[in-house]
């Protein structure tokens, strides 16, 4: 049974630095592609963060524009974590906070704008921005 769980959500103030955590089990964590997603209270879900397996080769990190330069994914297979440090948060980065991961998603498939449609999915940490 594949589960993901996150954490460390939490509420700060606009500049700050939160890190999130997944750890999963049920699968070969490492040559799965990996990824964060988020949904804002009234929004769709967006796509923020992928990194890919070590079935392609792995390390590679994608990032959606609004994660760029602020946001950064990696993951640790000896630990089978999957980590999101954000810094320099703005209000609008508040939301539910998604882990998923997706055994058939690979090359294109391993990309932000892809992973709200992973297969597997955690229950999500809330991060609140403050100004």
């Known amino acids: 049974q594949v589960q993901l769980v996150e954490s460390g959500g939490g509420s700060v103030q606009t500049g700050g630095s939160l890190r999130l955590s997944c750890t999963t089990s049920?699968?070969?964590?490492?040559?799965?592609?990996m990824g964060w997603f988020r949904q804002a209270p009234g929004k769709e879900r967006e796509g923020v963060t992928t990194?890919?397996?070590?079935?392609?080769?792995?390390?590679?990190?994608l990032y959606a524009d609004s994660a760029k330069g602020r946001f950064t994914i990696s993951r640790d297979n000896t630990k089978n974590t999957l980590y999101l440090q954000m810094r320099n948060l703005k209000p609008e980065d508040s939301a539910v906070y998604f882990c998923?991961?997706?055994?058939?998603?690979w090359g294109p498939g391993c990309r932000p704008s892809a992973v709200t449609d992973f297969d597997y999915v955690g229950q999500g940490t809330q991060v609140t921005v403050s100004s």
């Open positions: 049920g699968y070969t964590y490492s040559r799965v592609c």
């Open positions: 998923a991961a997706d055994p058939s998603a």
């Open positions: 990194y890919s397996g070590s079935n392609t080769g792995g390390g590679l990190p």
